[in-house]
C-alpha cells in the first residue's frame, strides 16, 4: 500500500474505549491512524457489540452510556470516511518493535513494526509500519481457584458478559454471580435482564466500607449514582445479595449442579457453620481484573513489578520514545477512565507527531477527569479485595493451573518438600504456568498458593505464533542491515 | 425474555452445522462457543491429564479453556471462530492430535 504523502501516523493497539478515544484525538488533528484490534468490530469489553448477523435492533438493552457509544462509532465512521482513521479488525497483535534500522520518525525517535495474525484462525501474518505506537490492549479477568471452578457452567463474570453481549447467549437458566469488584454488578443485572433466573449476587467485600470513606468519593458522584442503579436494579429482577459471603464451592461432576456458599468474618475466614448450597448451572466469578502488558513489556516499556501496570507520565507517555498507553493496561480502572487516559494520549501524540508541544489546557476537562477517577478507584481498589484466606479454601487436590492441571497440592509440595521459593522455580518444577494461556489465568493463585511475591511474567509474545510466522518475522526485523521487504507489509495508508 | 429477545435481535436464516456429525442449527454471526451454548452443550473437550470435561471459562480467548476441532482443524478456541455453514465441529480429547 503506498503511503508517503508525508503525514505523519500512529498505530493504535485496541479498539475499547481507550484506544478509540486516542484514535479519535488524534485524527482530529490531522494524524493519520491505524486503529489494529483483535475483535471483529469495535468496542472493546465495555462496548462490545452484538455479532452482526444477529441483527440486533436494540443492542443498547444490553449497555450501558449508549450515548458516549454513539458518539465514539460516528466519529471513528466520519474520520473512516475522511481517510484519516482505517480500523483492522480480526487482526492479533503478537508483537510491537522499534527498528532498528531506517529514517527517524518526525519525532525523532526509531519507527515501529507492528506485527499481527489475522483472521480468527490467527495464521496470517501481517506487519504495519509506524511512526508511532499507542497501547490500548485493555485486560482480562482474574479469578482465583475454588475446588470444582473448573467445571463447565463455571464461567467468569466478564466472560459471562461478553458471551451475551456478543453472542446474544447465556450458559444455562438460573446463576449465581460471585466474587468481587464493581463488574459483578452489570454482569448480575445484564444476565437478569436476558432471563436468567440470578439466585444470589454474593460479593466477599462489604460495599458499606465505602460509604466510610465517602469523603474521597464525593468528586463522583456519578460513580456513586451509577453503583446506586445497579443496586435498584437488582432489587426490582429480586437477586438476593449476599455481602461478605464466598462461593467455597462448586459441585457437579460434568457440570455445574450447585455452589455451596459460606459467610466470611471480619478477618476474612470463612465462617463454620454459615455453609449453604444453591442450585445453579451457571457461576460467573472474578475477583478484578489485570492488564494485558505483554506488549508494552516485548517492547521494553517500563512495567510496575507486580505487572499490573504500564507506568506513563502525564501524557500518556511510557518510557519508550514513540510509544504511548491509555486504558487498563495503564491500570484497571473501567471504561469512564479509559476514555479519559485515550483522549490524553491521543492529543499529546497527535501534536508531537505534527511537531507540536502539546498544550496539556486542551485536554483539562480529561486530565480533571482521569484525577478523579483515579482516586476513586484508588478507594474501590481497598475495598474490593479478595477474601484475605482464600488459599485456606483450596484444597490440595484443587487444580490450580488449568492448562496443565497442576494441582495446589503440587504447588505446596514443591515450596514445602522441594524449597521452592519464588514463582519461577514452583513453574520449573510443577509446570503450573506453562501451558496455552501462558499463566494468565493462574498467575495469581500459584503465587497466593506458594506464598511467594507475584511477578512480571515475560512473555514473549502475546500471542501464540506459527513457527513459519516467527521465522520469518526474524528476517526481516531481526538482522539490522539486512532490510528485507516483506511483501505482506501493510503500511498505514 | 431471552437474550435475542432482549436486543430485539432479527437474525439472518439459521443454518446447519454437525457436532460429531449431530445436527444443530446456529445463527449467523455467531461462534462455535455461542451457537453451542444456544443449543445446552457446555462442554466440548476433555483435557489431557484427567480426561476432565471443559467449554467456556473467559469468553475472550485468553484461557485457552474452549479448545475445539473445527473442520479438522484442532485447538481452535470457541469463544473467537465464527461458524459457517456446514462447519463440522468435533469434540476434542487431549491434544486434539492423537485422533
Ligand atoms: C470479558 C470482560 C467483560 C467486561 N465487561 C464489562 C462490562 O460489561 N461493564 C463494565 O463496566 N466493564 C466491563 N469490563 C471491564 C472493561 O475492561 C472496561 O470497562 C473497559 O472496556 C476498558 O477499556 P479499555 O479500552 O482500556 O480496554 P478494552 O475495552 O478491554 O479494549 C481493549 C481492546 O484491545 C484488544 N486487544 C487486546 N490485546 C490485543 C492484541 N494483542 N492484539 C489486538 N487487539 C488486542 C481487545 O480485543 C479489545 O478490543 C469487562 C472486562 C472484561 C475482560
Ligand atoms: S473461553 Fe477462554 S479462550 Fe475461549
Not at chain 1, 183 to 202: I, N, R, Y
Request: proline share 7%; glycine share 12%; charged share 20%.
Amino acid at each position: 500500500m503506498s503511503s508517503d504523502d508525508g503525514r505523519p501516523r500512529l498505530a493504535v493497539v485496541g479498539a475499547g474505549p481507550a484506544g478509540l478515544a486516542a484514535a479519535l484525538a488524534a485524527a482530529g488533528q490531522g494524524v493519520r491512524v491505524m486503529v489494529i484490534d483483535s475483535a471483529e468490530a469495535p468496542g472493546g469489553q465495555f462496548y462490545r457489540q452484538p455479532a452482526a448477523g444477529l441483527g440486533a435492533r436494540r443492542p443498547q438493552a444490553l449497555h450501558h452510556q449508549w450515548r458516549t457509544w454513539r458518539r465514539l462509532r460516528e466519529g471513528l465512521d466520519r474520520h473512516i470516511a475522511a481517510g484519516l482513521v482505517t480500523h483492522r479488525p480480526d487482526h492479533h497483535v503478537w508483537c510491537v518493535e522499534q527498528r532498528p534500522e531506517g529514517p527517524l520518525s518526525s519525532l525523532g525517535s526509531r519507527r515501529f513494526t507492528v506485527h499481527a495474525l489475522r483472521g480468527p484462525a490467527q495464521e496470517d501474518p501481517v506487519e504495519v509500519r509506524a511512526d508511532a505506537v499507542l497501547l490500548a490492549t485493555g485486560g482480562y479477568e482474574k479469578v482465583l481457584p475454588f475446588p470444582g471452578w473448573t467445571l463447565p457452567g463455571v464461567v467468569t463474570a466478564g466472560g459471562a458478559q461478553a458471551m451475551l453481549k456478543g453472542g446474544l447467549v447465556v450458559s444455562g437458566r438460573t446463576a449465581v454471580v460471585a466474587g468481587t469488584g464493581p463488574l459483578l454488578l452489570p454482569v448480575a443485572t445484564g444476565l437478569a435482564a436476558a432471563g436468567v433466573t440470578v439466585a444470589a449476587l454474593v460479593e466477599s467485600a462489604d460495599p458499606k466500607a465505602l460509604v466510610r470513606r465517602a469523603g474521597a468519593l464525593a468528586g463522583r458522584a456519578d460513580k456513586l449514582a451509577e453503583g446506586a442503579g445497579y443496586a435498584v436494579e437488582l432489587l426490582r429482577r429480586r437477586v438476593r445479595t449476599l455481602v461478605r459471603h464466598t462461593v467455597v464451592e462448586a459441585h457437579g461432576t460434568d457440570r455445574l449442579e450447585a455452589v455451596t456458599v459460606a459467610e466470611l468474618d471480619a478477618g476474612g475466614r470463612v465462617r463454620p457453620g454459615s455453609e449453604r448450597r444453591i442450585r445453579c448451572d451457571t457461576l460467573a466469578v472474578g475477583h478484578g481484573m489485570l492488564p494485558h502488558t505483554d506488549l508494552a513489556e516485548a517492547l521494553g516499556c517500563r512495567v510496575e513489578p507486580d505487572g499490573t501496570r504500564v507506568w506513563v507520565d502525564d501524557e500518556q507517555r511510557t518510557d519508550v520514545p514513540g510509544a504511548w498507553a491509555a486504558g487498563e493496561i495503564t491500570g484497571i480502572g473501567g471504561a469512564a477512565l479509559s476514555l479519559a487516559e485515550g483522549h490524553i494520549a491521543g492529543r499529546s501524540a497527535g501534536a508531537r507527531l505534527q511537531g507540536r508541544e502539546p498544550v496539556p489546557d486542551e485536554w483539562a476537562a480529561a486530565a480533571k477527569s482521569r484525577g478523579e477517577l483515579r482516586e476513586f478507584l484508588g478507594v474501590l481498589d481497598t475495598v474490593y479485595v479478595p477474601p484475605a484466606h482464600w488459599v485456606d479454601q483450596v484444597t490440595d487436590d484443587t487444580v490450580v493451573c488449568r492448562c496443565e492441571e497442576v494441582t495446589a497440592g503440587a504447588v505446596r509440595v514443591a515450596v514445602a518438600e522441594l524449597g521452592a521459593g519464588d514463582v519461577r522455580t514452583v513453574k520449573l518444577l510443577t509446570r503450573a504456568g506453562m501451558g496455552w494461556c501462558q499463566g494468565r489465568m493462574c498467575g495469581p493463585a500459584v503465587a497466593g498458593i506458594a506464598g511467594c511475591a507475584e511477578a512480571v511474567s515475560r512473555r514473549p509474545f502475546a500471542r501464540p505464533v506459527p513457527l513459519g510466522v516467527l521465522a520469518r518475522a526474524g528476517e526481516t526485523a531481526g538482522k539490522p542491515g539486512k532490510p528485507r521487504e516483506n511483501e505482506d507489509a501493510d503500511d498505514i495508508p | 425474555m431471552n437474550p435475542l429477545e432482549l436486543a430485539d435481535a432479527a437474525p439472518g436464516p439459521a443454518f446447519a452445522v454437525t457436532l460429531d456429525g449431530r445436527e444443530l442449527a446456529a445463527l449467523p454471526g455467531q461462534t462455535v462457543g455461542a451457537a453451542l451454548w444456544a443449543a445446552g452443550v457446555t462442554s466440548w473437550r476433555t483435557t489431557r491429564g484427567e480426561s476432565r470435561p471443559r467449554g467456556i471459562f473467559c469468553g475472550i480467548g485468553v484461557c485457552f479453556d474452549c479448545l475445539v476441532t473445527v473442520n479438522d482443524r484442532p485447538n481452535q478456541r470457541a469463544c473467537l471462530v465464527p461458524l459457517r455453514p456446514g462447519d463440522a465441529i468435533r469434540t476434542q480429547e487431549g491434544t486434539g492430535h492423537e485422533l
